[in-house]
């Protein structure tokens, strides 16, 4: 266990020795994060238009269902009084 510790030590410190960097490699660090943060606030954008437009999408479905039901209900409705009259004719 003291082993990887000094192993983990003797890494850290080399790390920090050798990996100063200069200006010109944090700013482009800094730009390279700014390109990312600026592509990642387009794609939540987008996330959220495509979530209003399902949810407008889901709305219009639910409103065909229901018309298309009601139309269901209505054509049952003509059918059994078809049936009813049909039936009435058929006694005469």
């Given at each position: 266990?003291?082993?990887?510790?000094?192993?983990?030590?003797?890494?850290?410190?080399?790390?920090?020795?050798?990996?100063?960097?200069?200006?010109?490699?944090?700013?482009?660090?800094?730009?390279?994060?700014?390109?990312?943060?600026?592509?990642?606030?387009?794609?939540?954008?987008?996330?959220?238009?495509a979530h209003t437009v399902a949810s407008e999408?889901?709305?219009?479905?639910?409103q065909a269902t229901k018309n298309s039901t009601?139309?269901?209900?209505?054509?049952?409705?003509?059918?059994?009084?078809?049936?009813?009259?049909?039936?009435?004719?058929?006694?005469?």
């Amino acid at each position: 266990m003291q082993k990887l510790i000094k192993i983990s030590v003797l890494a850290l410190s080399m790390g920090l020795v050798g990996g100063c960097a200069d200006m010109t490699q944090v700013e482009a660090a800094k730009a390279a994060a700014d390109a990312a943060m600026a592509r990642a606030n387009d794609a939540y954008n987008l996330a959220q238009n495509a979530h209003t437009v399902a949810s407008e999408a889901s709305y219009a479905a639910e409103q065909a269902t229901k018309n298309s039901t009601a139309a269901l209900e209505c054509c049952n409705a003509n059918s059994a009084r078809m049936d009813k009259m049909f039936e009435k004719a058929m006694m005469k």
